[in-house]
């Protein structure tokens, strides 16, 4: 299928490059990757990035290599390399043929670095990393020469095979680009490309004692795989320096259509961190439960919490792409799930701070069961069935001793409420618990009106939502709150400092009998209380409220 162009929505600045490449004739496809490092899981930045990648190619009929970086194998687990698959995959993305893993290609890699030897392009330094840093130089003075700078081609050859061959001691040597040590750019003053590290590697074992650093291996591990347009985030934006001097002094990769690094803003999300060293500091000091802990603002996490790979793509495509570094309003994430889930998730009542109220007028022993929509705009998705009897639970929130002001509308003494999809009731009196609290409400009902206003005219403003009692489900609910206080969390070197420690809060109420055998992860909106589904990790019937129904924090 021949290239297509993409909707006006979600233009960005990469998308009239690739115009501009297909219409010149530099590419005639569109081949991205993503290419994470398996070292954490990811997060909604990476998910950003993973909606750009993917969207990108697929909207332009091109495909999207998911490449692990995989070159720190000091860094890296299996464990991680699987969860970042299926956290792709469960965005709603699928990757051209086979992962594809930057370690299968270690051999033509180091063919490179010989090749960039063979060119005096490259030399085997021995300063130790602190004289490296010293003779950088700043960024207002130039650099120094490395002693080692001008050994021969024939020497460096035997010290990079012997380097490969773990005949130096981790650190004692590395191989460095011969490039400019007074370049303004400070990545260009001889980059490191190969080190040696000891450690056997996840993919490729004790096969090697070597490992290239990210900016060697990210240009040619594109250009082996062809890709076209390799995006990444703006803080690699002086790297590209070496990203084209690699592909350039290269015989193989230095062509017309060789690849080209475009650079983005990365997402940072207001009271979240999107550092994955700084998410996986509260996973190892437990200030979460994990990595997918519902306040986490990773994809295991938001998936947990009830967030759908829809309202994720659609916060991705809401924030657009740009060059510019901002703090992203956390509301705007929300009101993408609020979105979605307000379409489709089914209604259902929960009580989360039950007290009991009596029907007094109600028979005793009867127990009445009605239909309940489990949409309101929508009739397609049917009903449900409720129960109601003389004892039943409301939420403590819904009834008050002393009315604040006439704009009340929730249940006093002498006051009428709607009881949601059943009848009007009117509470008359109270009991309190021996520390003064409120304990039994004591209301009577007008049984001709279900499902419809009172017959003599009165008006009944408010709707409550209620369950029955002896039909009631016990059931824990988990209420978030942000993790951190601050909005910018990122910026405490110790951001326990920061932490919120109301940021979980969990209640003993009641759902309705139609969610007793509730399916894990499943939506619902619990009327007027928010969007809820069942815990995956937990026993018995938890639900995580996912978000409210209003925006709450910007009121
Ligand atoms: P590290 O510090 O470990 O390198 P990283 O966040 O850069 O962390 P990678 O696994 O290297 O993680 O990221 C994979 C891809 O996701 C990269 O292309 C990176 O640019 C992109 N990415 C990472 N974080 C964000 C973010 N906050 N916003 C947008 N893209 C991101
Ligand atoms: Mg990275």
């Keep these: 299928m021949p290239p297509k162009k993409t909707s006006e929505k979600s233009r960005n600045f990469i998308l009239n490059v690739i115009d501009e490449d297909l219409s010149t004739g530099k590419h005639s496809s569109v081949i991205t990757r993503f290419p994470p490092e398996p070292n954490g899981y990811l997060h909604i930045g990476h998910a950003k990035s993973i909606c750009l990648n993917f969207g990108t190619a697929k ?144 993919q490729t074992k004790d096969d090697w004692c070597i490992y290239p650093m990210y900016d060697f291996a990210h240009c040619l591990g594109d250009a082996i795989e062809g890709v076209t347009h390799s995006i990444c985030t703006l803080e690699f934006q002086d790297n590209r320096r070496i990203y084209n001097w690699t592909l350039e002094n290269l015989d193989a990769f230095n062509k017309p259509d060789r690849p080209h690094q475009y650079e983005f803003s990365r997402l940072n999300l ?58 992203t309003d956390i509301s705007i994430l929300e009101s993408s799930i609020r979105d979605d889930l307000n379409l489709t998730a089914p209604r259902a009542m929960a009580v989360i701070n039950p007290i009991k109220l009596v029907i007094e007028n109600y028979p005793e022993g009867k127990i009445e069961s009605l239909s309940a929509p489990l949409h309101p705009q929508n009739e397609e998705m049917g009903a449900r069935k409720i129960f109601f009897s ?59 009106t279900l499902g419809k206003n009172p017959i003599d005219g009165r008006k009944v403003k408010g709707v409550i939502h209620y369950v029955e009692s002896t039909k009631a489900i016990s059931a824990k609910f988990k209420i978030y709150d942000r993790l951190f206080l601050d909005s910018n969390p990122s910026q405490f070197d110790d951001m326990s400092l920061a932490l919120n420690p109301n940021s979980l809060i969990i209640k003993n109420g009641y759902v309705e009998y139609s969610l007793k055998n509730v399916e894990i992860g499943k939506a619902y909106q619990f009327e007027r209380e928010g969007y809820f589904c069942r815990d995956t990790e937990s026993e018995g019937l938890v639900f995580n409220k996912t978000v409210g129904l209003r925006d709450t924090w910007s009121q």
């Design 59 to 202: 909207n332009y009929n091109g495909y999207c290599n998911l490449r692990f970086d995989d070159t720190n194998p000091s860094k890296e687990d299996i464990e991680f390399v699987n969860s970042i698959k299926k956290d792709v995959n469960w965005l709603g993305f699928s990757w051209n043929n086979e992962v594809k893993f930057s370690s299968s290609y270690f051999d033509i890699f180091y063919q490179s670095a010989v090749e960039l030897i063979k060119k005096n392009l490259a030399y085997v330094c021995f300063l130790s990393p602190e004289e490296i840093r010293k003779y950088r130089g700043t960024l207002k003075k130039p650099g120094k020469n490395s002693p080692f700078r001008d050994s021969t081609i024939n020497d460096n050859i035997v010290l990079f095979d012997k380097m490969k061959a773990g005949e130096f001691k981790e650190g004692e040597c590395v191989l460095r680009a011969k490039i400019d040590m007074a370049s303004s750019f400070m990545c260009m003053r001889d980059p490191t490309l190969y080190r040696i590290r000891f450690e056997t590697h996840h």
């Design 270 to 327: 207001e009271y979240a961190t999107t550092s994955k060293r700084k998410l996986k500091l509260l996973v190892d000091n437990d200030y979460v439960s994990g990595w997918n802990d519902p306040r986490m603002p990773t994809i295991s996490g938001l998936k947990r919490r009830g967030y759908t790979p829809a309202s994720i793509r659609d916060f991705s495509e809401r924030i657009g792409v740009s060059k510019v570094n901002s703090l």
């Design 390 to 448: 003389r004892e039943i639970y409301i939420d403590k929130d819904d009834f008050t001793e002393v009315v604040p002001n006439n704009k009340y509308k929730r249940l006093s003494i002498d006051k009428e409420v709607r009881l949601r999809n059943s009848y009007v009731i009117k509470a008359s009196r109270f009991n309190k618990d021996e520390n003064g609290n409120i304990s039994t409400i004591y209301c009577t009902y007008d049984p001709d």
